[in-house]
């Protein structure tokens, strides 16, 4: 079974607390502060590795945690950092992190950090200064950040095999490559997308069976809405189209509904090109297989917007129409010659652009991607002062005060002075004075009330 999806919760490590201490030894007086600072909370990075397949490992693990940096001790010695917690995803794997932004991880060696670890906090040696020689406090480590973040996996094929069921698309697959697909006369026989492997003589194409479209699949009607997303990344779509459907339906139909139906999912599904195949020709007479292919074959050079001369090579050229027949090797060849002409090789950086990325960076910025890169998220600053609905109380919010309370204790006399001295420093107590901030207010920052001296 293909798992393509996952929700797992990640957590960077906390940091290390700073340590108060005093340099006690014989024969050294006033030995002063030295406290050592705490070390940094490891970060949860997700790193793209061809040698995973798909998201089957976090079915049986869902909780990623990364180790805390150890607390400082005394005579200045400062504690170690928690290790990297990497947890490793298959190519084609789409991140939606934290903070809701999408990553893709398409090239191996590309990384996302999606948890980063809490500072580390200093320890009292960092406070010393001309008027506060003997500081009695030491800061708190941050915790690290944590929630549920969603990984999808969408399936790096050269070409994608798309019909409506039991079109014939996993017969296709079993004789081209040597995917072994369930084959059955009913409909919905394969019930998640299969690969395969077509050997070339100088390369080699993924090809990727789409099962289960129907009409209002875009919609989430039957399993198509499921696995639509595979065929984004593909560069070529083969339409398998059956000559004489078993249950009566018309072949036309059955293409304009899955053609409205990709169109529906993605737009530029649209725009890319095609090759389509009349299978099961077998079941049909030579003279009637011909005649659909002629009538198909018109329709799409009528579509093709009128030029000079197209390249043979040309993968945006009219739509070709071949018949085939799985069970008897009619048009087999034609068909791998056909795909192989009509998916180009890749140029060297344009690996990271398939289908993701290709109508976001040009060719140019492709080539200038790194081989391994590392998604690091920004962090958040700036506050604002906002009055609470009871008099004489107001609120400070914002990453830089919340961490600013987080990091001392706040019944420690020495480290609310630091506090109050900061928060002069940030500008916060001039913003509470402009907004109408009395002597005897009450302020929360974090959660925590208490009074400032804002004059």
């Not at 917690?85 to 990384?111: A, M, N, Q, S, Y």
């Not at 001369?309 to 090797?329: K, M, N, Q, Y």
Request: proline share 6%.
């Amino acid at each position: 079974m293909l798992y393509d999806k996952a929700r797992i919760f990640v957590q960077g490590g906390g940091g290390g607390d700073g340590c108060m201490s005093f340099r006690r030894e014989a024969h050294v007086p006033m030995g002063g502060p030295d406290g050592g600072d705490g070390g940094h909370g490891a970060d949860v990075v997700l790193v793209c590795d061809d040698s995973v397949r798909d998201l089957q490992s976090f079915k049986r693990r869902a909780h990623y945690k990364a180790t805390r940096g150890r607390h400082g001790q005394g005579a200045q010695r400062h504690g170690a950092s928690g290790e990297t917690l990497i947890v490793r995803v298959p190519p084609g794997t789409e991140i939606v992190d934290l903070d809701g932004t999408t990553h893709d991880l398409i090239v191996p060696g590309r990384k996302v950090v999606v948890a980063r670890g809490g500072s580390g906090g200093r320890g009292n040696r960092c406070f010393v200064s001309s008027t506060r020689q003997a500081p009695r406090f030491a800061e708190r480590g941050i915790d690290g950040e944590e929630g549920w973040i969603d990984l999808r996996l969408k399936l790096l094929a050269d070409v994608g095999l798309v019909g409506v069921p039991n079109a014939g698309k996993s017969s296709l697959l079993s004789r081209l490559t040597r995917a072994a697909p369930k084959i059955a006369g009913y409909p919905f026989t394969t019930l998640e997308p299969v690969l395969g492997t077509l050997d070339g003589a100088e390369r080699q194409l993924i090809l990727a069976d789409i099962p289960g479209l129907i009409e209002g699949a875009s919609e989430g009607h039957g399993l198509g809405h499921d696995f639509l997303a595979h065929v984004e990344r593909t560069r070529l779509l083969v339409h398998v189209l059956d000559l004489e459907p078993l249950d009566g339906s018309d072949p036309e139909e059955n293409y304009t509904t899955i053609e409205r139906e990709l169109e529906l999912h993605d737009p530029r599904l649209a725009g890319l090109p095609r090759i389509m195949v009349l299978s099961k020709a077998d079941l049909v007479s030579d003279e009637k297989a011909e005649e659909a292919r002629a009538r198909w074959q018109a329709r799409f050079d009528a579509e093709v917007p009128p030029r000079e001369e197209w390249e043979p090579d040309d993968p945006f050229a009219a739509t070709p129409v071949l018949v085939t027949s799985a069970a008897t090797g009619l048009g087999l060849d034609e068909l791998t010659l056909a795909l192989f002409r009509r998916v180009p090789l890749l140029a060297a950086g344009e690996a990271a652009g398939i289908a993701a990325a290709g109508d976001k960076l040009t060719g140019s910025e492709l080539d200038d991607l790194p081989a391994h890169q590392t998604y690091t998220p920004r962090s958040r600053k700036g506050w604002e002062v906002e009055p609470l609905d009871e008099e004489g109380v107001w609120r400070v919010v914002g990453p830089e005060v919340e961490r600013l309370i987080a990091r001392h204790d706040v019944e420690n006399e020495d480290a609310m002075a630091h506090v109050e001295h900061r928060l002069s420093k940030m500008g916060v107590l001039r913003a509470l004075d402009d907004a109408g901030f009395q002597p005897g207010d009450d302020v929360e920052i974090a959660g925590i009330v208490f009074e400032l001296d804002a004059s």
